[in-house]
């Protein structure tokens, strides 16, 4: 069974930073194009940012650009988010996503085919 699971979600006050994990089990994902995705109460689910296979290429919305950093470790099936200057507005359940097409660098949620269940972020103002 494909499962990724994220972990380091909390409460922080605006300012603060936070350290997102996803760790896959069940399959490697180290060939596959990974993202974080958010979504806050009553809004779609956008992404935040994206990583490819090797991580030589990277993503970010401009809501996060400058104050997010994603990275991988392909050798621990694990790709991380880094939050610094967090924002009341970065406040939204997160998620983790794979996307199966190899030959495809997604920046849309339809473009994922595995999520974790995700996990809360709430920054405090």
């Known amino acids: 069974q494909v499962q990724l699971v994220e972990s380091g979600g909390g409460l922080v006050q605006a300012g603060g930073s936070l350290r997102l994990s996803c760790t896959a089990s069940g399959r490697t994902f180290s060939s596959n194009t990974m993202g974080w995705f958010r979504q806050a109460p009553g809004k779609e689910r956008d992404i935040v940012a994206a990583?490819?296979?090797?991580?030589?290429?990277?993503y970010y919305s401009d809501s996060v650009k400058g104050r997010f950093t994603i990275s991988r470790d392909n050798a621990k099936n694990t790709v991380y988010l880094q939050m610094n200057s967090l924002k009341p507005e970065d406040t939204a359940v997160y998620y983790c996503?794979?996307?199966?097409?190899?030959?495809?660098?997604?920046?849309?949620?339809?473009?994922?085919?595995?999520w974790g269940q995700g996990t809360q972020v709430t920054v405090s103002s």
């Open positions: 996503a794979a996307d199966s097409n190899l030959r495809r660098f997604g920046v849309r949620d339809s473009e994922y085919d595995y």
């Open positions: 990583i490819s296979w090797r991580g030589g290429t990277t």
